[in-house]
């Protein structure tokens, strides 16, 4: 009988060392994931990626303002159309090039907006996570990322009402039309036809929006990679991991997003000024509680792609930034 033990001895042996294995191996993809918390990229990085992104999704963007901007009073002779309907309307009556209409506004809106929300959450994050210290724990990283997404609502306000009056003008009788030619003409049209407070229109929810969608889209993102590496054994470089967690990332904005958006959507493509209050009583007297998640699907049909784009810039952008400025090689 003694023969029989050493085999089995062996084997627990040898299953100890394929756990201690790959333990080790957990171990240092977590540690070379919490490295890159404390290394200093510049403050535009997420701009720059949102901007990326932004060519990318425009089309869904558009759509889904489009959608939001429907009436949905029974007596409406215009019927409600669903998003590939919307589209297909575009396309045939004004080509396929108007999916791009307001592209100029998109650009600018996510070179103020994101810039500041990114550059300001990375900054903080930054601050809170000293050198050698843990990653910042969840409760950490959503007031980070809410502070971030207030202040870069506010900064990216102009830009965003700009984008949606440029992308739901086509939809408007040509005599209600305001024909911004780009970015730069809506902004002096607005300032001299309406006066400068006109370019924050809809600030509040516009802010809240923006605290909602950092919390839930960059803070979430840091979490859902850090369980996806320490707990499914992912590999922190990998575009797999960047890719699973920034879809997670943005099916949990799309939702908690949705009423705050349809809301400021509404109160930025008004011809005239009403009061956000008033508004969604007004929304909630003729619609109930249907509205809250009107244009969920297109919203996460563009805000899932345009979440996966632009950390997949992002952390392309990291990348580069380890191998050729700070001399990290590829996988540093």
Same mark, same amino acid.
């Given at each position: 009988m003694p023969e029989a033990s050493v085999p089995l001895e062996v084997l627990q042996r040898q299953q100890e060392a394929a756990k201690r294995e790959q333990k080790e191996k957990a171990e240092a993809r977590t540690k070379n994931g919490n490295a890159h918390h404390h290394e200093h990229y510049p403050f535009w990085f997420g701009g720059s990626a949102s901007c990326f992104a932004a060519c990318v999704t425009h089309p869904l963007d558009l759509i889904k303002v489009r959608l939001q901007t429907q009436s949905s009073d029974p007596t409406s002779s215009t019927a409600r159309r669903s998003?590939?309907? #919307?589209?297909?309307?575009?396309?045939?009556?004004?080509?396929?090039?108007?999916?791009?209409?307001?592209?100029?506004? &998109?650009?600018? =809106?996510q070179a103020t907006y994101s810039t500041t929300r990114f550059g300001?959450?990375?900054?903080?994050?930054?601050?809170?996570?000293?050198?050698?210290? !843990? /990653? !910042?724990?969840?409760? %950490?990283?959503?007031?980070?990322? &809410?502070?971030?997404g207030l202040l870069g609502?506010?900064?990216?306000? /102009?830009? $965003?009402?700009?984008?949606? =009056?440029?992308?739901? $003008?086509?939809?408007?009788?040509?005599?209600?039309? +305001?024909?911004? =030619?780009?970015?730069?003409?809506?902004?002096?049209?607005?300032?001299?036809?309406?006066?400068?407070?006109?370019?924050? +229109?809809?600030?509040?929810?516009?802010?809240? =929006?923006?605290?909602?969608?950092?919390?839930?889209?960059?803070?979430?993102?840091? %979490?859902?990679?850090?369980?996806?590496? #320490?707990?499914?054994?992912?590999? !922190?470089?990998?575009?797999?991991?960047?890719?699973?967690?920034?879809?997670? &990332?943005?099916?949990?904005?799309? %939702?908690?997003? &949705? /009423?705050? $958006?349809?809301?400021?959507? +509404?109160?930025?493509?008004?011809?005239?000024?009403?009061g956000t209050v008033g508004l969604v009583v007004d929304i909630f007297r003729r619609e109930g509680l249907s509205w809250c998640f009107r244009g969920w699907v297109p919203s996460f049909v563009r805000l899932g792609p345009h979440t996966v784009a632009t950390f997949l810039f992002l952390e392309q952008h990291k990348k580069l930034y380890r191998r050729y400025v700070l001399g990290r090689g590829v996988d540093a």
């Open positions: 998003a590939l309907q #919307t589209a297909l309307s575009i396309i045939r009556n004004d080509g396929p090039l108007a999916l791009y209409a307001g592209l100029s506004a &998109s650009i600018l =809106r300001v959450y990375e900054s903080l994050k930054e601050h809170f996570s000293p050198e050698n210290a !843990p /990653p !910042p724990s969840v409760g %950490t990283l959503i007031a980070l990322s &809410s502070l971030s609502g506010i900064a990216g306000n /102009p830009a $965003d009402v700009l984008n949606v =009056r440029m992308q739901h $003008d086509a939809a408007l009788p040509a005599s209600e039309r +305001r024909n911004y =030619r780009h970015a730069l003409d809506g902004l002096v049209k607005m300032i001299r036809h309406e006066g400068p407070a006109s370019l924050f +229109r809809g600030v509040w929810p516009n802010s809240l =929006r923006g605290l909602l969608m950092t919390a839930s889209q960059l803070a979430s993102y840091d %979490t859902f990679k850090r369980l996806l590496i #320490t707990n499914a054994s992912l590999d !922190p470089e990998k575009v797999s991991t960047h890719f699973a967690a920034s879809t997670l &990332s943005g099916l949990l904005a799309t %939702t908690v997003c &949705s /009423p705050v $958006d349809v809301i400021k959507t +509404r109160v930025m493509s008004a011809k005239e000024k009403r």
